[in-house]
């Protein structure tokens, strides 16, 4: 039985600033209802490819297909980011609004919804994040914890096919990182498909079902979680894992 059609590929990217490559030759492809999480050294240029997969960044050479058709020239800019939503690590939720404004914002400038339609939908997303009793504060009455999960919901009230998060925890404080990490997993045993760059090493083993271990701009490895964690190939990511599971 062939298997289905993979959702989103990434097809020889790079990309450079200047003279420097901080992205080289990167080609891996994301099936329906996949959990990745990119994992790697500061530097190694995991974020700036999930910035390119979103067109944050331009990529200076490849490709992006999502449902096999080229992102930058097949998509409308803004029906692609509906579609592949992202989740950062600064939050970026507007200050003026409430987390339900910020939650209607987008669904209807991109998605041309009606107020009572996209209340619906983002108070459906925020109850599901547990921030449903928070829907008129404001982000500086909100902890960090708070804001990323409003964060979460603004994206999945856009109903994407795939988000993106980009190290979501790294700005939280300790304690502050469970309830989003909660979140994620049960997103993660709801099917959606995830890409995650991450620094938390336990939820990558347990949770994902592919890890990609990124080196000066290179997938130095790629597998599943148990072949990365207890039996790496590389003496790189051998070198990485032992470093940061011993924080």
Same mark, same amino acid.
Not at 205 to 212: K, P, W, Y
Not at 214 to 225: C, F
């Given at each position: 039985?062939?298997?289905?059609?993979?959702?989103?590929?990434?097809?020889?990217?790079?990309?450079?600033?200047?003279?420097?490559?901080?992205?080289?030759?990167?080609?891996?492809? =994301? /099936?329906? *209802?996949?959990?990745?999480?990119?994992?790697? &050294?500061?530097? #190694? @240029?995991?974020?700036?490819?999930?910035?390119? $997969?979103?067109?944050?960044?331009?990529?200076?050479?490849?490709?992006?297909?999502?449902?096999?058709?080229?992102?930058?020239?097949?998509?409308?800019?803004?029906?692609?980011?509906?579609?592949?939503?992202?989740?950062?690590?600064?939050?970026?939720?507007?200050?003026?609004?409430?987390?339900?404004?910020?939650?209607?914002?987008?669904?209807?400038?991109?998605?041309?919804?009606?107020?009572?339609?996209?209340?619906?939908?983002?108070?459906?997303?925020?109850?599901? =994040? /547990?921030? *449903?009793?928070?829907?008129?504060?404001?982000? &500086?009455?909100? #902890? @960090?914890?708070?804001?990323?999960?409003?964060? $979460?919901?603004?994206?999945?009230?856009?109903?994407?096919?795939?988000?993106?998060?980009?190290?979501?925890?790294?700005?939280?404080?300790?304690?502050?990182?469970?309830?989003?990490?909660?979140?994620?997993?049960?997103?993660?045993?709801?099917?959606?498909?995830?890409?995650?760059?991450?620094?938390?090493?336990?939820?990558?083993?347990?949770?994902?079902?592919?890890?990609?271990?990124?080196?000066?701009?290179?997938?130095?490895?790629?597998?599943?979680?148990?072949?990365?964690?207890?039996?790496?190939?590389?003496?790189?990511?051998?070198?990485?894992? #032992?470093?940061?599971?011993?924080?």
């Amino acid at each position: 039985m062939p298997n289905p059609s993979p959702v989103l590929e990434v097809s020889h990217l790079r990309k450079r600033f200047g003279n420097h490559e901080v992205l080289s030759d990167i080609t891996f492809t =994301v /099936g329906e *209802g996949d959990v990745t999480c990119i994992i790697g &050294a500061s530097g #190694s @240029g995991k974020s700036t490819l999930l910035r390119c $997969i979103n067109f944050l960044e331009e990529p200076t050479d490849g490709a992006i297909l999502f449902h096999g058709r080229d992102a930058e020239r097949e998509w409308n800019r803004a029906q692609y980011h509906a579609k592949v939503g992202m989740v950062f690590q600064s939050f970026n939720l507007f200050n003026n609004m409430t987390a339900l404004e910020n939650c209607n914002s987008g669904q209807m400038r991109v998605l041309r919804r009606d107020r009572k339609t996209a209340t619906e939908r983002s108070l459906l997303y925020l109850n599901k =994040v /547990g921030m *449903g009793p928070y829907r008129n504060a404001r982000p &500086a009455q909100l #902890s @960090g914890g708070q804001k990323q999960r409003v964060a $979460i919901a603004r994206a999945l009230a856009m109903d994407p096919e795939v988000l993106l998060f980009d190290e979501p925890t790294s700005a939280l404080d300790p304690e502050m990182v469970g309830e989003v990490l909660e979140v994620m997993r049960s997103l993660a045993q709801g099917g959606l498909t995830m890409l995650i760059v991450t620094h938390e090493m336990s939820f990558a083993r347990d949770v994902c079902h592919r890890v990609i271990f990124m080196d000066q701009g290179l997938i130095a490895e790629d597998g599943v979680p148990e072949e990365i964690f207890t039996s790496p190939r590389q003496a790189r990511t051998r070198e990485f894992l #032992s470093r940061v599971l011993q924080r």
